[in-house]
């Protein structure tokens, strides 16, 4: 077939608007594998996490995308069946695009998370099986690629869960976890950064010239990139976390207290009665002592004057009387919660903060109360300390995600466009970088319209995630995707994501970690998948046969 034929024009023009499609449906749907977890704990708002997706999504489509694209492309399907017949499987190719993007887009909209690495294998082997029965498909690959489904989820949340256990062991866990925690920052940052520059640089993209750099030189430059990042993070961000963390221990540790516009507003409050203090001249809120109290000057003033005595006349039985020189009503029982005195002098004067505090320095907040047996909190100041970590290894798991799930778009349109610009099934260069930037841009374009529809699920209702856990979620389900995206297997980001979810949640909590019957829904979803959209995919290719052979 002859290069950029007239006849094959509207082949691509609809290539590329289903694969813009598919990219919307990838990045809407596959926005909580990147930022879900970041959302989720509090250290992003969505829309700084749409900011982030739209650069490192991009990055990571053009960077290392093309890897994992080639897969898609040429190890599900034995592309040497359609010589001669080329036609035959531009055809095919935009079946795949729209029954992937066709179920994508339904399972957006009823906010399920799915896999885009499943519904693009599952089209493209429905349109295999239509188009050249069960020699159209490389089932050795395609059984690679459906291991690595069940093999992903666990190696990543393996991994996942190891990280937290070393984070929970040497720094949550320590009296003192900020100092441990400080000391560390170094070590994550450029541990995280090493990784991230090694999966660019090594075998990366021929334009930038990076595929002709040994493995060695590869290793040399990331290993000098993370020591630098390492050593910056050392003098400009631990002191600034040191000085942050330090300020909401100070905060934490300030008693709150209130002050008296006069004897007579203590006198109305029950806590002091009249006797010879009132004559001495001394300050009356040195005298004012509650029972395991404490009462000192400082920043709630309270005003007598919002209630007066009259409107506080209550049945006799709440007064009391005393001699001259009784002493203090801390002898005798405080108020009952049901004293309308007290209650009516509290309205005016309330506060959302607790204004008396325990001897022990201990409130009666509903806050405060200890966790519950399946919770477990994080103090601000270790939440913190991890947030900064986790906005990193969100970015770095962003990057990941751009350059494995843009294959899902643009694997079947660089089919298209290789028969279009060469004539021929065998694709003979690198995936051209416009049309990797082209996926990377409906992943983001996704990301902003309709990303938050799925974002909740792995971000909030699978596991309680704070910043520690989230971060080792993260750092573990990046590693784990980066890495198969540079020895060229599609495994399912989501998958990753998931099973580093379950995992952590697991091992961080006891009863109710996890949202089993969350998952089991989930699961549901990653098995109907892709039978579903081989048939789409079977079924479009029958219509498309008919039509245009």
């Not at 159209?136 to 190696?155: E, H, L, Q």
């Not at 506060?351 to 008396?356: G, K, T």
């Not at 995600?401 to 843009?406: P, T």
């Not at 998931?498 to 990653?526: E, M, P, Q, Y």
């Amino acid at each position: 077939m002859d290069p950029f034929s007239s006849e094959l024009l509207p082949f691509i023009i609809a290539g590329f608007a289903l694969a813009f499609l598919l990219a919307f449906g990838v990045g809407a749907n596959d926005v909580a594998n990147s930022f879900g977890t970041s959302v989720g704990a509090r250290v992003l708002t969505l829309r700084t996490a749409c900011i982030l997706g739209t650069i490192f999504e991009t990055l990571g489509a053009i960077l290392i995308g093309y890897k994992v694209s080639d897969t898609v492309r040429k190890g599900i399907l034995d592309v040497e069946l359609y010589n001669n017949t080329e036609k035959e499987l531009m055809l095919g190719s935009l079946a795949a695009l729209g029954g992937s993007s066709i179920w994508n887009l339904v399972a957006t909209f009823f906010s399920l998370p799915i896999s885009g690495t499943h519904t693009i294998v599952g089209a493209t082997v429905g349109f295999s099986l239509c188009a050249r029965g069960l020699n159209g498909v490389n089932w050795a690959t395609f059984g690679k690629i459906v291991a690595s489904w069940f093999v992903s989820p666990i190696m990543s949340g393996f991994i996942s869960a190891i990280i937290f256990l070393i984070v929970r062991t040497f720094i949550l866990n320590k009296a003192d976890p900020i100092t441990p925690g400080l000391k560390s920052l170094p070590f994550f940052y450029g541990f995280t950064v090493l990784v991230n520059v090694f999966s660019v640089v090594h075998d990366g993209p021929q334009m930038l010239l990076f595929d002709r750099i040994p493995w060695w030189g590869a290793l040399i430059v990331s290993l000098s990139v993370g020591a630098i990042v390492g050593l910056l993070v050392q003098f400009l961000v631990v002191p600034r976390q040191r000085a942050s963390i330090q300020e909401i221990i100070d905060a934490r540790n300030r008693k709150p207290s209130f002050t008296f516009d006069s004897t007579e507003s203590i006198e109305m409050m029950g806590l002091l009665e009249q006797k010879d203090n009132s004559r001495s001249g001394t300050p009356p809120q040195e005298l004012a002592i509650v029972e395991n109290g404490i009462i000192t000057p400082t920043s709630f003033p309270f005003d007598s004057q919002k209630k007066s005595k009259e409107s506080l006349a209550t049945p006799s039985e709440h007064s009391e009387q005393s001699e001259e020189g009784s002493g203090l009503l801390s002898d005798k029982p405080m108020a009952s919660k049901n004293d309308q005195s007290v209650a009516a002098l509290l309205a005016s004067n309330a506060s959302q903060l607790p204004l008396v505090e325990g001897s022990n320095g201990s409130k009666e907040s509903e806050l405060d109360q200890p966790p519950k047996e399946d919770q477990e909190s994080e103090s601000p100041e270790v939440g913190k300390l991890f947030s900064f970590l986790q906005i990193m290894t969100a970015t770095f798991g962003s990057f990941a995600h751009g350059g494995n799930d843009v294959s899902n778009a643009i694997g079947p349109l660089i089919a298209l466009w290789a028969i279009y610009t060469e004539g021929s099934v065998a694709q003979k260069s690198e995936p051209p970088i416009y049309i990797l930037l082209y996926g990377g841009l409906g992943i983001s374009v996704g990301l902003w319209v309709w990303g938050r529809r799925v974002i909740k699920t792995i971000g909030e209702d699978l596991t309680k995630v704070t910043p520690s856990s989230g971060f080792s979620i993260e750092v573990g389900s990046a590693f784990t995707v980066l890495l198969a995206s540079k020895i060229g297997l599609p495994i399912s980001t989501t998958h990753c994501k998931v099973g580093s979810v379950v995992f952590v949640g697991w091992t961080k909590s006891t009863k109710r970690g996890v949202d089993w019957g969350l998952f089991r829904n989930i699961v549901i979803a990653w098995i109907v998948t892709v039978p579903l959209t081989a048939a789409i995919s079977a079924l479009l290719m029958l219509m498309l046969q008919t039509i245009f052979l």
